[in-house]
């Protein structure tokens, strides 16, 4: 093809393609690109240690994988709306804390009860986080700086008139059963984390709060003006940010049955970093739940290469920080080329 | 003007106040509060890391940003210098390289937010993630400890013929410099433009992108620093050093007055705010409330200074029964 005819082509589809088809674009080419990472880790990895490639493995990456994903989720809907969550760290820990503990204590209760406990007791802690930010007025990265240390101390102190850990024979096995379950040959810790990506993704992308959360987030004064309730929509996006840390507390004290008071210490490094990857605008207002999901099954194929690799674990931290680094940056350039492109069609329209 | 002024001298009145009240508890609490060793060793030094990063935080955050990897370039200059000191180097090159490794490491951030206009919140915790990390791979779960007591004495020593610790001497030069830097210097009114308005002080001719990139550098070498004397004080380097330091060193400078926004606060706030810490981490420490337990009390300290001025404001807004002014609409 000649370059005439190239360009010719290219303007006719810049008379078609619509604004908020390019957006749309520029998320499938994402995603797309997240896909390519993916396997090209599994290519590389794949090539120098192929028990890697094994269905095994893969189960592995997707089991721990899972409860990162869980908590990313809640995180999207806070960075969505030009906020940030801290505390989802400690929040996790708080929870695995206290339903590990109670199951030890009630080893005769009832499952559904110690998993609702867990929920409620996260819902409660990101309700916190919520009001102090969309009624105190306090901007997100302090409140929830704030309550990061807070929370963790919290667990602390439980744990200090408690008991310092709680072992894997001390609380009943079907608490455990809850991440070695299999149901049709697919353990239930993955499930839960699908249903939970599926519910969040179709909120998101149908339903009328779904997508005030991301006006709120692209234009605050816009969404404002049409008569968009923001400070409730960030409280809820708050709360529903402690509640799936609360489910997520939940499952880590059923997949890692030890648990003491500095679990899920740091986490939150992990979950920013999937939901960048992910494609979610840390400026709020664009990213989808398909790209947090494939950031955090990146993230967690990296690691699991990493370690297969037999590459010191001592790496993974500077790796999360430069996954951060780099998707911002990469963010920048793209949000760039898209301005850039929309005003190039201005000019020419 | 005049009211906003009256407000900034009122809450630096809160915060005598607050210290007073402070030393009071602690002298009730603990007969050991009031003791010399107290006052001139344990009191002044458990804070001295804190109190030297809040320095150019302060001026960071009064020019509308914020560095949140400050504790994570402690940790890396720490254990940088500990291995340099391992493998056989001299004490003078390990203490170089470590304050180099601060100036990258703050160049490193300062680039990221001034060429690339990127959001300095989100790029430091990056980089919180990135330099804690790498002082992992530096030196794993190991720790240097076999320091010489000429560079121990730098956290644990007097200067001969007083009871002032070396570090408190530095505090004292580095708090004199930055005052004349921030109050009396022209750069000084320069970060509070910047602040107020990123768009207007650009357009009156001041260079913000290199006056940030300075502010960042200057974080990075401080903070450096900073590690140096946390790895006399503890004659340990360990890359788990100050780990969360971060939070303490916001605190301290929100809780000093500063707004969080940019544009407004002072370091006479800010260094109250340091005694304050330093007073409420001693009491603690003297009733044998843990590390991790301690930091429930600064985490509250940092959401209240915050919270508790907004709330003021809401509530003297619901008494006199009047709309919040257009221009204060950034202060919230």
Known sequence: ?349 | MKRLKSLLVSWEALLVLLLLIGVVIGSVLSPFFLSSFNLEYALPSNTMEIAIMALPMTLIIISGEIDLSVASVLGLASVVLGLLWETGHSMWLAIGVALLVGLVAGCLNGLLVTKLSLPSLVITIGTLALYRGLAYVVLGDQAVSNFPTSFTNLGFGTIPGTEIPWSGLIFAILVVIFVVVLHVSRLGRQLYAMGNNKEAARFSGINVSRVKLMLFILSGVIAALAGIIFTARFSSARPDNALGFELYVVTVVLLGGVNIFGGRGSLLGVVLAIFIVAVLQSVMGLLNISGDIQSLAIGLLLILSVLGPNLARRIQVVITRRPLAAGSSKQV
């Open chain 1, 1 to 349: 093809m000649t370059t005439t005819s190239q360009e010719v082509e290219r303007t006719k589809q810049r008379g078609q393609v619509s604004q908020a088809h390019l957006f749309r674009l520029v998320n499938r080419v994402r995603e797309l690109g997240l896909l390519i990472v993916l396997l090209l880790i599994i290519l590389i990895v794949g090539i120098q240690a192929p028990r890697f490639l094994s269905i095994d493995n893969f189960e592995q990456i997707l089991l721990s994988v899972a409860i990162l994903a869980i908590v990313a989720l809640g995180e999207t809907l806070v960075v969505l709306t030009r906020n940030v969550d801290l505390s989802v760290g400690s929040m996790v820990g708080v929870t695995a804390f206290v339903t590990a503990y109670f199951f030890k204590q009630l080893p005769q209760s009832n499952l559904l009860l110690g998993i609702l406990l867990g929920c409620a007791l996260g819902l409660v802690l990101g309700m916190v986080n919520g009001l102090i930010v969309s009624f105190g007025r306090v901007p997100a990265i302090v409140a929830t700086l704030g309550t990061l240390y807070v929370y963790r101390a919290l667990v602390f102190i439980v744990a200090a008139h408690t008991t310092l850990q709680v072992n894997a024979s001390d609380v009943p096995a079907s608490y455990l059963a809850l991440a070695t379950t299999q149901i049709f040959g697919i353990p239930a810790l993955i499930l839960i984390a699908a249903i939970i990506a599926i519910i969040v993704g179709y909120f998101l992308h149908a339903s009328q709060s779904g997508r005030q959360l991301y006006a709120v987030g692209s234009n605050p004064e816009a969404a404002n003006i049409i008569g968009i309730r923001r400070d409730r929509l960030v409280f809820a996006a708050f709360a529903a940010s402690g509640l799936l840390c609360g489910l997520a507390g939940v499952l880590w004290g059923a997949r890692f049955a030890t648990v003491d008071a500095t679990d899920a210490t740091g986490l939150e490094l992990q979950v920013i970093a999937a939901v960048v990857v992910g494609g979610v605008n840390i400026f709020g207002g664009s990213g989808t739940i398909l790209g947090v999901v494939l950031g955090a099954i990146v993230l967690g194929t990296l690691q699991n290469g990493l370690n297969i690799l037999n590459i010191s674990q001592f790496w993974l931290q500077a790796m999360y920080g430069a996954a951060i680094i780099g998707a911002v940056v990469l963010d920048a350039f793209i949000t760039r080329w898209v301005q850039r492109t929309i005003l190039s069609r201005r000019k020419k329209a």
